[in-house]
């Protein structure tokens, strides 16, 4: 009994030994996955935005907004063709 749970044995080993080498003999794919699952992998750009407020003599109640470099949030900024400065902040 003990020759047949030996041998029995023996040729599954030698079963797994030729399938991992038949798999690791595969072109192209190399038979290993390295790709690990990582959930920071896709993380969006920061957008940031130059918010520009109205003057008191300007009847539009919102300040102007818009795209920015990225920078040191609450630095000054500029908008193109409006007048004066702006604050830099991240965008929502």
Known sequence: MKRLISAALIIFASAMTAGAQQGGSVIGGGGVNTRTDNSNDYKPRQRYVC??????????????????????????????????NGTLQLAN
């Open 51 to 84: 918010v520009v407020p109205q003057p008191q003599s300007s009847s539009q109640q919102y300040p102007n907004v818009c795209r920015a470099t990225e920078g040191r949030v609450g630095g000054r900024c500029r908008c193109d063709g409006v007048t004066g």
